[in-house]
């Protein structure tokens, strides 16, 4: 038997904090659908380093260009308005070990904040952008705006691409799968699973990769 959700909100779904789904979709935590969770860094207006924990993304391209995708970025953060103003931005992926640095750029987002300070990470000027990179993640990716999109037109989130032009992969994980996919590679994002028959709400996961089958 499959449950069927539709369109208008479920009744029995209880949120995990109050203002869960005025921020969120009942959708997505009926699909708990996991994405990368990796840093958007950028220059804010005063010249700081900015980093911006971020999910909800997916990467592709074809033989012409690769473009990374934030499908669900909040026009209220400070990363959308560097974006906007610089017209480029830089991508970090770290691993598990590195969450609770990066929830800490949160904790301490103050404009006047250097946010690479705050989760103890070092500067790497980018290659081929205007962006600060952070030098302890194994993949970045440096990438320049192509679109900004008002994702649902209620002016709360935008779907952002941006072009990869350039790409730092740390040396260790240059070869194989170890390293890029477990607890050292790459983390990601479990949205908060609904109990779908009481409708209790759930918590997000963090996740790592565990390959099964080689293709
Ligand atoms: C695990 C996790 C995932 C997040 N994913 C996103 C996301 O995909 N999009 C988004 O807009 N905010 C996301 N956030 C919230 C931002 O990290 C947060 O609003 C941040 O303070 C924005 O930084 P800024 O104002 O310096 O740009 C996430 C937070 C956490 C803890």
New binding site residues.
Partial sequence: MKIEISEAFPEHFRPAYPEEFELFSHFETTAGIPSP?FA?T?WKENGLP????????CFHGDRTAFFAV?G???Q?????A?ILREKCFGLNFLPIGCYDR??E??RR?GMDED?FQAGGFALQEARTIHAPLIAEAFLSLECTLTEAKDLTGAGQ?AMVTGRVRHAWVEEAYAQGYDRRYGKDGFML?VPAPQDLLSGAPGQ?G?ATVHIERLD
């Fill in positions: 969770l958007i950028t900015n980093a911006c924990f971020h999910a909800w993304s934030m669900n970025l909040y209220h953060t400070h990363t959308y560097n990066l929830v750029t949160i987002n946010e989130t994002l997000s963090i």
